[in-house]
Nanobody, 122 residues
């Protein structure tokens, strides 16, 4: 189970940090990713991290502004979002899977959080 927190309303240029707490044991091959979905748009990959090696990947639209990380001992992942833009407004979802490596498609991810709203005002 994945439980997210940390969304909210922020002005453009501001920052937010999202957290995703994973219950149960996150073994070496666990991969956590963040996706987002804006109204009327498809869900898109934002960032991902492999749990053991901390290999990361980012969408081009957030590269240099967002940072994904994880606390291995606390089974918690984070998405630090800086220099936020109105186009970052969306519901953000944490997702996890054990099946394949770090992948940007949503279908392999078996575990999903409930979603948290991020709204960036101009």
């Amino acid at each position: 189970q994945l439980v997210e927190s940390g969304g909210g309303l922020v002005q453009a240029g501001g920052s937010l940090r999202l957290s995703c707490a994973a219950s149960g044991r996150t073994v070496r091959n666990f991969v956590m990713a963040w996706f987002r979905q804006a109204p009327g748009q498809e869900r898109e990959f934002v960032a991902g991290i492999t749990w053991s090696a901390e290999i990361t990947a980012y969408a081009d639209s957030v590269k240099g502004r967002f940072t994904i990380s994880r606390d291995y001992a606390k089974n918690t992942g984070f998405l630090q979002m800086n220099s936020l833009k109105p186009e970052d407004t969306a519901v953000y979802y944490c997702a996890g899977q054990f099946k394949v490596g770090l992948i940007r498609e949503s279908s392999p991810y078996d575990y999903w959080g409930q979603g948290t709203q991020v709204t960036v005002s101009s």
